[in-house]
């Protein structure tokens, strides 16, 4: 392997774990903060990929001399439509099944395959993409680097889960609400006697985890085309990424997201497609026998 492709590979796994990041961070909120075993979070995903989808088409056909910034307007809306539907769900079901993860599982499982099923009747059962805007097309060739070209919708994506990571770093570590979110996950019944409103914390953490998967959604536009099983094919790798990480640490989380998304390019370059993921599978499974809290697993008091 020359130099060239070994940094081509570098560039293409980092990009994945951007996808596999914003869809862990979300997961990481939901699952490792709050308990909740969202099967339903692949969905949206795919949820946000479509807002973006029709963003675009309401752009083409109305706007179309804005069409250039309809992305922008496309990754907010996607944040916003599935932070509301996140909101809306925690309130109408998943509150009455705190501390009941299989009944949790079996509800947000079967949400899922509603979800499709909308998607499969609305948008169709094909797959659909979006245009790519302007600034986003061609590459960067670095003169230091002869042969090689970056794309810039890529390089785009990786910001985009930098800055989504520190957003969510400061909102959780450097204000009041995260520090509220923080103590409820941690001990709820002190977290109430202290006057906090444990119930609006629980809602709105568990509408940012899923706002975080509408921008993954987002993004996975600019990388692939979406159809109504689309979070099916992410929804198994992010629990992954969750696991291996350690499922209370946002760090692990990234760590963890950066490695598989690597291991899974280099695989796919030396393997085929299944037995690449098959070989992460067992690494992973080796790795929790020895670390059966996650490789980056933080230290909490009980």
Request: charged residues 10%; hydrophobic residues 55%; proline residues 3%.
């Amino acid at each position: 392997m020359t130099f060239d492709i070994f940094l081509m590979q570098a560039f293409n796994g980092l990009s994945l774990s951007t996808i596999l990041v914003l869809m862990a961070l979300g997961l990481a909120i939901v699952f490792g903060l709050m308990g909740v075993i969202n099967m339903a979070h692949g969905e949206l995903m795919a949820m946000g990929a479509y807002t973006t989808y029709a963003t675009a088409l309401l752009f083409e056909k109305f706007m179309p001399g804005l069409k250039d910034i309809y992305f922008l307007i496309g990754i907010v809306a996607a944040f916003a439509v599935t932070f509301v539907f996140g909101f809306a769900l925690e309130r109408g079901v998943i509150r009455f099944l705190y501390k009941r993860p299989l009944d949790t599982m079996l509800a947000t499982w079967g949400l899922s395959l509603i979800l499709q099923q909308v998607f499969r009747h609305v948008f169709g059962p094909k797959e659909v993409g979006v245009p790519t805007v302007s600034w986003l097309q061609g590459g960067w060739a670095p003169a230091a680097i002869p042969g090689a070209s970056f794309p810039l919708s890529r390089i785009f994506i990786i910001a985009l889960a930098l800055l989504v990571s520190f957003g969510v770093y400061l909102l959780l570590f450097r204000t009041r609400w995260g520090l509220r979110i923080r103590a409820v996950t941690q001990n709820r019944a002190m977290a109430g006697a202290a006057g906090i409103n444990t119930e609006r914390v629980d809602a709105l953490t568990f509408a940012l985890g899923c706002g975080l998967a509408g921008i993954a959604g987002s993004s996975f536009t600019m990388l692939a085309s979406t159809g109504p099983v689309t979070g099916q094919q992410y929804v198994v790798d992010t629990f992954i990424v969750v696991v291996f990480g350690g499922v209370e640490s946002l760090l692990g989380t990234l760590l963890s997201a950066t490695i598989i998304g690597e291991l899974q390019s280099t695989f796919e370059f030396l393997m085929t497609g299944s037995m690449a993921k098959a070989s992460i599978l067992l690494l992973v499974i080796v790795a929790l026998y020895f670390r059966p809290n996650g490789l980056f697993a933080s230290k909490v008091r009980r």
